[in-house]
Nanobody, 121 residues
Framework: QVQLVESGGGLVQAGGSLRLSCAAS????????MGWYRQAPGKQRELVAA???????NYADSVKGRFTISRGNAKNTVYLQMNSLKPEDTAVYYC???????????????WGQGTQVTVSS
């Protein structure tokens, strides 16, 4: 099985910064892409940022220029550096990985449990 564990959430004032981390472990053959999603109360889960195995990135328009996604040297980790945070960034942030597992060499989506980010005004 595959597990994704997020960390780094918390409470921060508007204009502040946070860095989220996500580590994948388990029966991993390779990770094709990783991404961060968020879900605010009463809203649908939305893509925040994603990064492919080759390093290509994609961002939601609402976070461009403020958030940066990156992968660790081990490639099983992904980070989200969040600067100039706004109250509307408040949400539960989830990590997702497109993972090829060693058991079947099949690909599937795996999610972390989420980490709360709260930005106060």
């Amino acid at each position: 099985q595959v597990q994704l564990v997020e960390s780094g959430g918390g409470l921060v004032q508007a204009g502040g910064s946070l860095r989220l981390s996500c580590a994948a472990s388990g029966s991993i053959f390779s990770i094709n892409a990783m991404g961060w999603y968020r879900q605010a109360p009463g809203k649908q889960r939305e893509l925040v940022a994603a990064i492919t195995g080759g390093g290509s990135t994609n961002y939601a328009d609402s976070v461009k220029g403020r958030f940066t996604i990156s992968r660790g040297n081990a490639k099983n980790t992904v980070y989200l550096q969040m600067n100039s945070l706004k109250p509307e960034d408040t949400a539960v942030y989830y990590c997702k990985g497109i993972v090829v597992v060693t058991t079947t060499l099949g690909s599937g989506e795996y999610w972390g449990q989420g980490t709360q980010v709260t930005v106060s005004s």
